[in-house]
């Protein structure tokens, strides 16, 4: 054999013996990829239960599943994530529970009517109940399947100027999620309601295109939208979570053992999910008042009760719209009396 055709039959043998021992290992390692998109940063409750499932997908499934989070809007922004998914071009998301009344699932709103969860023991009664499961189900005719209820927390409102009577936010123009229910509770104090997406917030802040907006801590800080707002004000007068959802044709088509491991994946994330939501929170408000960019209020009890007065007014002008069976369930979930306001 000369030189050359010697080195080429080395090199035919190393790639048939790498052949042989890579083939069968590449076919049973190419992975189920679960592209799970989503708009808030990472440290954030939402984002670390993203994490939390990916890593525990691939533990339970031995790594036959590969989920991909894409988080902070890298991939699409609110809107567009929901046809993407629609569409199949991502598999999972964890949209907030407003951004599913544009898909025509109107009910959800029922979730950001202001005052109508006291505290995370008020809203388990229905997103780990029946109500929540049947909202999740409605879902499914917008080829959507709901697997969980993720918590994020009470929201606080920003601006620059003090937020303590009802006439405080009279004239702000304040970013809002697309939501008819958000739109009125604003309109209720007399604030000019405007519809961005999440990842144009900040630099609608810090623009002036409006001057306040609502979120919870954590996402109030992690965007630092606190850097571009004077004041906080802790009025706790509505609930922001998710949903996490999946493509329902994707998950249908799943082998039903690896649909299983999933879903205990997911039942392990939604656990740490809402375990950590309340302290991340908790840190997240302590992070802003500590930063001194924004002063943090905490309204007095009858400051609070004038803003609930104020708001109100909204169940009731928007219980066609949400449907007042939804609104019943709720409140009957809740032990709450609407009577007794
Ligand atoms: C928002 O748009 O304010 C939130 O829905 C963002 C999020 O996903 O927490």
Do not use: C
Not at 243 to 259: E, H, S, T, Y
Not at 275 to 297: F, R
């Amino acid at each position: 054999m000369t030189q050359i055709t010697r080195r080429q039959a080395l090199a035919t043998t190393a790639a048939l013996a790498a052949g042989a021992t890579l083939l069968p290992t590449a076919q049973a390692q190419s992975p189920i990829v679960i592209k799970f998109s989503h708009v808030v940063a990472t440290d954030t409750p939402k984002g670390k239960a993203a994490e939390f499932f990916a890593k525990r997908a691939a533990e339970l499934t031995k790594g036959k599943v590969k989920v991909e989070v894409y988080p902070n809007s890298q991939l699409y922004k609110d809107k567009e994530e929901m046809e993407a998914l629609q569409l199949g071009s991502v598999q999972m998301l964890a949209p907030s529970l407003s951004k599913f009344a544009p898909l025509g699932v109107k009910e959800f709103e029922a979730f950001d009517l202001p005052f109508i969860f006291d505290d995370y023991s008020d809203l388990h009664a229905v997103t780990q109940g029946p109500v929540g499961a049947k909202l999740l189900k409605k879902l499914e005719s917008r080829g959507i399947s709901g697997l969980a209820y993720w918590d994020n927390g009470f929201k606080v409102m920003s601006a620059n100027r003090p937020l303590h009577a009802p006439e405080d936010y009279k004239g702000l123009k304040m970013r809002i999620q697309s939501s008819k229910v958000l739109d009125a509770q604003m309109r209720a104090v007399g604030a000019l309601p405007q519809v961005l997406a999440f990842s144009e917030t900040y630099q609608a802040l810090q623009t002036g295109v409006v001057d306040g907006t609502e979120n919870p801590p954590s996402n109030l800080y992690t965007q630092k939208m606190y850097e571009v707002q004077k004041h906080v004000s802790v009025t706790n007068h509505g609930y922001l979570g998710y949903a996490v959802v999946v493509n329902k044709k994707f998950w249908d088509g799943l082998p039903a053992d690896i649909r299983t491991q999933l879903t205990q994946a997911m039942a392990d994330a939604t656990k740490v999910a809402n375990e950590d939501a309340l302290k991340d929170n908790q840190d997240a408000l302590a992070k802003v008042k500590a930063s001194g960019k924004s002063t943090v209020y905490e309204p007095s009890k009858g400051e609070r009760f004038l803003l609930k007065k104020a708001m109100f007014p909204v169940h009731k002008q928007m219980s066609s719209r949400i449907g007042e069976e939804t609104i019943k369930d709720i409140y009957k979930a809740t032990n709450f009396d609407p009577t007794k306001m």
